[in-house]
């Protein structure tokens, strides 16, 4: 079963319709990349169009750390829905409880509608902080 799902970064419609909104998978995962986004691992920043609020690549391509620890129960704890939540002290995942993982989000171009929602910005995923996967990496942010 293939899902449909919303690519929001990118506009109101899945990410594979249109035009090409982020560096994903396109085909057969795992035997078959069309290629559609003229990438078949990263991309380089940059590559397809900014977002309504002109910021780049936020899902797709590679999925990003973020400061927060990965805690399963976490967002059960934070009353009325904060604005802005700074996420737990410590990590915790039932499946791994000793390994220290942080958030990941946006997806890869790894992901794809057959198996991946992952390039939605609402996702969030874990990974421990010694991760060596090629689809991961971080982005540099600056307060004005």
């Keep these: 079963m293939v899902y449909k799902i919303k690519f929001i970064p990118g506009g109101d419609e899945p990410v594979d319709e249109g035009k090409v909104k982020a560096n994903t998978w396109q085909g057969h995962f795992p035997d078959h990349n069309t290629l559609r986004d003229k990438f078949y691992g990263l991309a380089p920043v940059a590559s397809f169009a900014p977002n309504a609020y002109g910021l780049y690549d936020m899902a797709g391509n590679a999925w990003e ?10 967002y059960k704890t934070v009353a009325g829905g904060a604005v802005n939540p700074q996420g737990p002290a410590k990590s915790f995942d039932p499946e791994e409880p000793y390994a220290k993982k942080r958030v990941i989000r946006g997806g890869s171009f790894l992901c794809n509608d057959s198996y991946c929602t992952g390039y939605r910005v609402a996702r969030r ?12 990496g971080f982005r ?5």
């Design 65 to 74: 750390w973020c400061a927060d620890y990965y805690n399963n129960r976490y």
């Design 140 to 144: 540099c942010v600056q307060d004005n």
């Design 125 to 136: 995923m874990k990974s421990t902080e010694d991760s060596g996967m090629e689809h991961l």
